[in-house]
């Protein structure tokens, strides 16, 4: 947390230990600090206030480790290091982006490292195999998900299986009988705009096979995080990620990620901004059936200003998400300045965002991966 004044005149004197009377949402390091600031802070206090309302909606989970990684994390109790250390998934795989000290001590490499991804859990508590019957009907939570897989609601799965779920509630959200162009061959197109820790847990994808039967997902990842090396490839997910336990039948698909497979899943890496990569991803495919962008910042990257144009010059579908009901408010403003139109998809909660909060914020408003999301 830091002083909301910082950066607008005067250096801070302190912590920010003066929260705004009346939204809450903010804190000052000082009395001359927070009347300098109340010229900006006012258009946005009475916002922040109705939000601030709804922020035990936000940290309502069903999970047996819910409080611990909600409540527990933002009064410092729990860290994101010692919640995975305690369930020995601390710097394991996939599990190693999901923290501070994981993230900066590695780097999204090449295939050597995708050979071993695994859920590090055992069979009963993540899905490393296909469901046990289709989905019969739209799952609209994290309960609904669970009990379809079949999976203890004290599994932290849903840590990194937000990333999937939340394409299914994107496309759910737009109707996938609307989505233009119209599917064909079976084949479902997504261009995902950047990707960051995904990168690293591109494994969990494979869920969007169970997600939606009977299609191929051409899931398309563009962005500046993509490793130069990774540019341009084609990976085929063979099967779902592994259990760890070795007489699995799980382990009978002999590799989770190959290259160049025809598979349910397949996934095409593009390092750049969305604008200056269209051309080269045009020839390489048709038009995409919808956009995605996670976690997308709209408001803080002026470089989104030429992909919202491209994108309403396609005339597709797309659906961005951030981490908090502000960050989305500031970015609707922003799209409607650009495209000159209101959003298709007001904004509203995402019910799969990530389950634990993020540790630190400019806000008091809880904050969460793929918290929020909206739709042009």
């Given at each position: 947390m830091?002083?909301?004044?910082r950066?607008?005149?005067t250096?801070?004197?302190?912590?920010?230990?003066?929260r705004?009377?009346?939204?809450?949402a903010?804190?000052?390091?000082?009395?001359?600090?927070?009347s300098?600031h109340?010229?900006y802070?006012k258009e946005?206090?009475?916002?922040?206030?109705?939000?601030?309302?709804?922020?035990?909606?936000?940290?309502e989970?069903p999970?047996?480790?819910t409080?611990?990684?909600?409540v527990?994390?933002?009064q410092k109790e729990?860290?994101r290091?010692?919640f995975?250390?305690?369930r020995d998934?601390?710097h394991?795989?996939?599990?190693?982006f999901?923290?501070k000290?994981?993230s900066s001590?590695?780097?999204?490499?090449?295939?050597d490292?995708?050979?071993?991804e695994?859920?590090?859990?055992?069979?009963?508590?993540c899905?490393?195999?296909?469901p046990?019957?289709p989905v019969t009907?739209?799952?609209?939570?994290w309960?609904?998900y669970?009990e379809?897989?079949?999976?203890p609601?004290?599994?932290?799965?849903?840590l990194?299986l937000?990333?999937?779920?939340?394409?299914y509630?994107?496309i759910?959200?737009?109707g996938?009988?609307?989505?233009?162009?119209?599917?064909?061959?079976?084949?479902?197109?997504i261009h995902?705009?950047g990707?960051?820790?995904?990168?690293?847990?591109?494994g969990?994808?494979a869920?969007l096979?169970?997600?939606?039967?009977?299609l191929?997902i051409?899931?398309?990842?563009?962005?500046?995080?993509?490793?130069q090396h990774?540019?341009g490839?084609?990976i085929?997910?063979?099967?779902?990620p592994?259990?760890?336990?070795?007489d699995?039948?799980?382990k009978?698909?002999?590799?989770i990620?190959?290259p160049?497979?025809?598979?349910?899943v397949?996934?095409?890496?593009y390092r750049g901004?969305y604008?200056?990569?269209?051309?080269?991803i045009?020839?390489?495919?048709?038009?995409?059936h919808?956009?995605?962008?996670?976690?997308?910042?709209i408001?803080?990257y002026?470089?989104?200003?030429p992909?919202?144009?491209l994108?309403?010059e396609?005339?597709?579908?797309?659906?961005?998400?951030?981490?908090?009901?502000?960050?989305?408010?500031?970015?609707a403003?922003?799209?409607r300045?650009?495209?000159?139109?209101p959003?298709?998809?007001?904004?509203?909660?995402?019910?799969?965002?990530q389950?634990?909060?993020?540790?630190?914020?400019?806000?008091?408003?809880?904050?969460?991966?793929?918290?929020?999301?909206f739709?042009?």
């Amino acid at each position: 947390m830091e002083c909301a004044a910082r950066g607008f005149g005067t250096r801070c004197v302190g912590p920010p230990t003066r929260r705004c009377g009346n939204c809450g949402a903010v804190a000052y390091c000082s009395v001359s600090h927070q009347s300098t600031h109340w010229r900006y802070h006012k258009e946005e206090c009475e916002r922040l206030e109705e939000q601030m309302r709804r922020v035990d909606l936000l940290n309502e989970f069903p999970f047996t480790f819910t409080e611990e990684a909600t409540v527990q994390i933002s009064q410092k109790e729990v860290s994101r290091c010692s919640f995975l250390t305690k369930r020995d998934l601390h710097h394991a795989g996939m599990w190693m982006f999901e923290c501070k000290c994981g993230s900066s001590s590695v780097s999204f490499s090449a295939y050597d490292r995708f050979e071993n991804e695994g859920w590090y859990l055992p069979s009963s508590s993540c899905p490393c195999r296909g469901p046990l019957s289709p989905v019969t009907s739209e799952l609209c939570s994290w309960t609904d998900y669970y009990e379809w897989r079949k999976i203890p609601l004290d599994s932290p799965v849903a840590l990194l299986l937000h990333w999937p779920l939340t394409i299914y509630h994107a496309i759910q959200a737009i109707g996938i009988g609307n989505l233009t162009p119209r599917i064909s061959n079976d084949e479902l197109r997504i261009h995902y705009l950047g990707p960051q820790k995904e990168l690293g847990q591109l494994g969990v994808f494979a869920e969007l096979q169970a997600l939606f039967p009977g299609l191929r997902i051409r899931l398309q990842l563009v962005g500046p995080d993509v490793p130069q090396h990774m540019d341009g490839e084609i990976i085929s997910l063979g099967g779902y990620p592994p259990c760890m336990e070795e007489d699995c039948d799980c382990k009978s698909s002999s590799e989770i990620l190959k290259p160049r497979n025809k598979s349910a899943v397949s996934l095409q890496l593009y390092r750049g901004l969305y604008h200056d990569r269209y051309s080269d991803i045009a020839k390489d495919s048709p038009p995409p059936h919808i956009v995605i962008a996670p976690n997308a910042g709209i408001a803080a990257y002026p470089s989104w200003l030429p992909t919202i144009e491209l994108i309403k010059e396609l005339k597709v579908p797309a659906v961005f998400s951030d981490y908090c009901e502000e960050a989305c408010h500031l970015a609707a403003c922003c799209v409607r300045t650009i495209t000159g139109q209101p959003l298709s998809l007001p904004i509203g909660l995402n019910p799969f965002r990530q389950p634990m909060m993020v540790e630190e914020s400019s806000l008091f408003i809880p904050c969460y991966p793929n918290c929020f999301i909206f739709a042009i």
